[in-house]
């Protein structure tokens, strides 16, 4: 911001100089933001792809022998080929499942008279305020054989025996989608700038009902949001390991869990570093879908 | 600021008499109010008729139900009491969607990610129009106000007359029963608007179609309605033709609100006299009766006289002897504020007859019809 107000000295320069088009000023702020993603993200995003073609010896000791031999091990297994598609799959449903959840709260905090707006959004929000792991833990809790919900069903006489809602794949969805709908939130009403109240008056006045507003007016003016609320969703919900690590009990295999066992338990870091790169190739397609959709309603 | 007098002139439309005959009546609003969950009585048990083809203008300050009205007649406010007749339905309690209604904001509230023809369109396609018929009608449309070929643009290519248009179109295009203008002039600079009024007005009589039109302008109101009606507080100051409003204001409230006036305290002496300080003159207004007053007299209806042709001032109209306190000038009139027996007056007269070459002290005399002495007992 402060480099904004600096503009207008540049915008006269003297004649005899060439005109430049960043002045000065706003370079040099630019300069600790880029040194810090420079150290911290491209380098090591480098480094990373780096060691994905590096051969291993057992035991996690790296050489500098370069091969391609990561990526075939990864496309000649089927079991990758299952992470992979299950790993969309799951991130897919649960960022259909978060906006359906999040999309009318966004809708309502919208609406919402101004002296609610801002109390009823920090508390849309406040679950960010507790840690993932925290908040997975509290669903291991409600969801366990155990558990909450299981145990006034069975107190209730309406099941005989547990449901399974933890250590599967319904368990990480369930908490997948928890956590994420304060993020979907967030970015739906942050597109939801071009909805105006007197759109949807004229449409009624047109002979529209609620339907056929929503459908026609309503939802086509908020797809900036949902493109934006879904792209982030998305990316959380591949990238996220330690809900479907706790939750799903060891049961549910996904790209993240499998790059996190590779690093970490099997010490094999050239193919964790490949399965890595692979994930990130996954989110340059969202990325891309993402750009198509908000180009068309720009 | 349009001037008094060109205003006056401005007015050669000759004005229907819209006396309210109950079974021409199109639009009967009955005892109509709105009153919110804080108490808050926005509109009061509002009466009011409207014949078939006529232009109604709502007039009034921010807040004084005019808005509520409208949005009560269109269905996106809801009715606490009272009954909305159109054509003799009672479509109070009717939803939105259902009230055959064509409304233009003041927003104009097109639908940014639909080209003008699928704006246009939108009320046809709910109507279940077929697609040919459609694109028939959203041509005429366009072509009424004068846009044609500007149906594939998006509406933000569009300036804000032009959007104006289009919204004015796409209310039309279903060829509703009623309608409804949201203070449409208010967001377009003042050449637009002199001929945007002109053209909703022709537009208007041309398809002969019942209008209320919302708006805290009186140059919009008296010189493009049939009907005015000025609200204050929710309620129905004064129902009349434009002439009416202008020069038999029923209160002391419309007499300020709709052009300016001269507002004097003064104490009602006799049937059809009140004095000023110690100075009687004569009203026309009738019934009068005693105890303190206003006056109100339009600073265009006073003229002024040199002080050494006092003697041929006739005795037929008001007259006050006073001194200029200031003048000034405003291009087209002059304004003198001239101080008469301890208050002050103002006085507009046209420049181009303003040549008496009056200065500020000159003593000289205020002449006013008794006509235009308008009384209003407090």
């Given at each position: 911001m402060s480099a904004i107000t600096h503009m207008p000295t540049s915008i006269a320069p003297p004649a005899t100089a060439p005109r430049r088009r960043f002045p000065l000023i706003i370079v040099l702020l630019l300069v600790p933001m880029a040194v810090v993603n420079l150290a911290a993200f491209v380098l090591p995003v480098l480094r990373l792809g780096q060691i994905s073609f590096l051969e291993s010896r057992s035991g996690g000791v790296l050489t500098d022998v370069y091969t391609f031999g990561n990526y075939l091990d990864f496309f000649t297994d089927s079991f990758n080929f299952g992470l992979v598609i299950n790993s969309l799959w799951i991130s897919f449903t649960v960022t259909v499942a978060t906006l359906i959840c999040a999309y009318p709260i966004a809708l309502f905090l919208h609406r919402v008279s101004p002296v609610w707006r801002n109390t009823l959004f920090v508390i849309t929000v406040s679950p960010l305020l507790v840690s993932s792991v925290v908040r997975t833990y509290g669903w291991m809790v409600l969801l366990g054989d155990q558990g909450l919900i299981n145990g006034s069903l069975l107190s209730m006489g309406l099941i005989s025996e547990p449901v399974?809602?933890?250590?599967n794949t319904l368990g990480v969805f369930i908490g997948l989608v928890e956590i994420l709908i304060p993020y979907m939130a967030l970015a739906l009403i942050a597109g939801f700038g071009k909805l105006d109240q007197s759109l949807e008056e004229a449409a009624a006045s047109l002979g529209a009902n609620a339907f056929t507003r929503f459908r026609r007016i309503v939802f086509p003016l908020t797809l900036p949001g949902v493109a934006l609320g879904c792209l982030l969703c998305f990316v959380l919900a591949i990238s996220s390991f330690i809900t479907p690590k706790l939750l799903g009990g060891g049961r549910v295999f996904l790209l993240a869990t499998e790059i996190f066992d590779q690093a970490i338990i099997q010490l094999e870091w050239p193919r964790a570093a490949a399965t890595s790169v692979i994930v990130l190739i996954i989110f340059g397609f969202a990325l891309a879908v993402y750009s198509r959709v908000v180009r068309r309603f720009d | 600021m349009q001037t008094l007098a060109s205003r006056e002139d401005a007015r050669?439309?000759?004005?229907?008499?819209?006396?309210?005959?109950p079974d021409a009546a199109f639009l009967r609003l009955r005892g109509l109010t709105k009153r919110y969950e804080s108490g808050f009585i926005a509109v009061d048990n509002l009466d009011l008729d409207l014949p078939k083809g006529k232009l109604l203008g709502l007039l009034g300050p921010s807040g004084c139900g005019k808005t509520t009205t409208l949005r009560m007649i269109a269905g996106l406010a809801s009715v606490t009491d009272g009954e909305i007749l159109i054509g003799g339905d009672d479509v109070a309690r009717r939803a939105p969607h259902k009230r055959d209604i064509g409304l233009v904001f003041q927003s104009y509230a097109l639908f940014p990610h639909m080209t003008v023809a699928e704006n246009i369109a939108f009320g046809l396609d709910m109507r279940g129009v077929s697609r040919q018929e459609a694109r028939a009608r959203v041509e005429e449309a366009l072509e009424m106000v004068r846009l044609p070929g500007y149906g594939s643009r998006k509406p933000k290519e569009m300036s804000g007359g032009q959007q104006q248009r289009v919204a004015l179109a796409r209310a039309l295009v279903i060829r509703p029963r009623i309608l409804l203008l949201d203070e449409p002039l208010s967001n377009l600079d003042a050449k637009l608007r002199d001929d945007m009024r002109i053209e909703i007005r022709e537009i208007q009589k041309r398809l002969s179609i019942t209008t209320v039109f919302v708006t805290h302008d009186q140059v919009e109101a008296l010189t493009m309605c049939d009907v005015v009606g000025v609200m204050a507080g929710g309620r129905l100051a004064q129902l009349g033709t434009p002439s009416e409003i202008y020069e038999k204001p029923a209160s002391l409230f419309v007499a300020e609100f709709v052009g300016r006036a001269n507002v004097i305290d003064c104490e009602i002496v006799g049937r059809d006299q009140a004095r000023i300080g110690d100075q009687v003159y004569r009203s026309d207004t009738k019934g009068l009766s005693g105890g303190k007053a206003k006056a109100a007299i339009r600073p265009h209806r006073i003229s002024l006289t040199p002080d050494r042709d006092r003697a041929l001032v006739s005795n037929a109209t008001n007259s006050a002897r006073g001194r200029i306190a200031r003048i000034t000038y405003i291009g087209d009139i002059v304004q003198y504020e001239v101080e008469i027996n301890g208050a002050m007056l103002k006085v507009e007269v046209p420049t181009a007859s303003a040549g008496h070459g009056f200065g500020a002290d000159d003593m000289l005399l205020c002449e006013w019809k008794p006509q235009d002495m308008l009384v209003f007992g407090s």
């Open positions: 399974r809602l933890i250590n | 050669p439309i000759a004005i229907p008499q819209a006396e309210p005959q």
